[in-house]
């Protein structure tokens, strides 16, 4: 790989570690770029090298996170331990299934989670303790941590964003919180794909390790805008990364 590739993807690196800070999504650039700068590898080597930069991220914008605003652990751990298996059983089961057979799928749940942030205006912008009830929390560690985790070891990109409008929806926490909240997971989800991708021998060290520190530059820059600018501001950037992932989804099955 010549320099002037690898130096492109140090930069998606930070690009994405700011977008998955943010509001997840990160996969959205991370991935894509992997992909299109060195298009002869394995298509599990680029998702295995997008994983190992992408959990450096993750986990530093969890500590950011931590330090100032408010994820409820009590959610996160155990949707966090179920993460790292689930994540792992999407990971060996991504070269029997077809993401041609996912995208049409994914791009109606985009649709329904633009639709949902769009037509509730108020969504996110205040959290609301009164949603959590027994059951909801309960769904709230079982969706997370078993459907998405799974999602994210199968495919990926967009999984920080429906982490986040998943807490959102289920337990009413503003979009802060639950960005906040959904990283703790999202660390989890990207250590059990990393672990099967890495006993396969997928994974580029070299280059996923020094586009993890770029991750982390641009997650730390994002969560701490993610903090001082507030939920409206999160709101934003989740209806761009949300409109972004149909269009490309859209455009990879229709175009």
């Known amino acids: 790989m010549h320099a002037e590739q ?133 769904a709230a560690v079982l969706v997370p941590g078993v459907a998405i985790a799974f999602y994210d070891g199968l495919l990926g990109p967009g999984t920080g964003t429906f982490l986040v409008v998943a807490f959102t929806v289920l337990l009413g926490m503003d979009f802060v919180d639950a960005s906040a909240t959904s990283k703790i997971i999202n660390t989890g989800t990207n250590l059990g794909a990393l672990a099967v991708f890495a006993a396969q021998g997928h994974v580029l060290w070299a280059l996923g390790l020094a586009m993890g520190v770029c991750n982390i530059v641009g997650a730390q820059l994002g969560a701490h805008m993610a903090i001082n600018r507030g939920a409206g501001f999160v709101r934003a950037v989740l209806l761009c990364v949300v409109s972004a992932l149909v269009l490309k989804l859209g455009y990879e099955q229709f175009g």
């Open 6 to 138: 690898v130096v492109l993807l140090l930069v998606a690196a930070v690009a994405a570690g700011w977008v998955d800070a943010v509001v997840g999504g990160g996969g959205l650039i991370q991935l894509p770029a992997l992909l299109l700068i060195n298009p002869g590898q394995p298509v599990a080597t680029a998702l295995a090298t997008n994983k190992l930069g992408s959990i450096a991220g993750t986990a530093s914008a969890a500590v950011a996170y931590a330090r100032k605003a408010k994820p409820d652990v009590r959610v996160a751990v155990p949707a966090g331990l179920l993460a790292v298996c689930c994540a792992a059983g999407g990971a060996l089961c991504a070269a029997a299934i077809s993401s041609d057979v996912l995208k049409p799928v994914i791009m109606v749940v985009l649709l329904a989670v633009a639709a949902i942030v769009v037509l509730r205006p108020n969504l996110g912008r205040l959290p609301r303790p009164v949603l959590r009830t027994r059951r909801r929390v309960a």
